[in-house]
């Protein structure tokens, strides 16, 4: 059974930066996309970037584009989520999934971590 376990997550000043990862036991790629997305406190689970494991191809949200990149490491079954220049607003629960379809529609997910925490300090 593939789980997918997230860590990185803290506490950061605003500007700072923070690398997320996301572990899979298992064999995560037989789901081809895997994503992130994040929860603020009384809000909806929003996508913040998605990749085609089979294609490479990367998909930001315009909230997070250009400060933050999703890449994998096929070698250790793992996925990342490089933050910077981080925000107060991008204070969250960050959540890995995985699923078959290219998108950040979080219902097309059928495998999430538990999720790490990111608070960013103004």
């Known amino acids: 059974q593939v789980q997918v376990v997230e860590s990185g997550g803290g506490s950061v000043q605003a500007g700072g930066s923070l690398r997320l990862s996301c572990a899979a036991s298992?064999?995560?790629?037989?789901?081809?996309?895997v994503a992130w997305f994040r929860q603020a406190p009384g809000k909806e689970r929003e996508g913040v970037a998605v990749m085609d494991t089979v294609t490479g191809g990367t998909y930001h949200a315009a909230s997070v584009k250009g400060r933050f990149t999703i890449s994998q490491d096929n070698a250790k079954n793992t996925l990342y989520l490089q933050m910077n220049s981080l925000k107060p607003e991008d204070t969250a629960m960050y959540y890995c999934?995985?699923?078959?379809?290219?998108?950040?529609?979080?219902?097309?997910?059928?495998?999430w971590g538990q999720g790490t925490q990111v608070t960013v300090s103004s």
């Open positions: 999934a995985a699923g078959n379809v290219y998108t950040l529609t979080r219902e097309r997910y059928n495998l």
């Open positions: 298992g064999d995560i790629y037989s789901r081809r996309c």
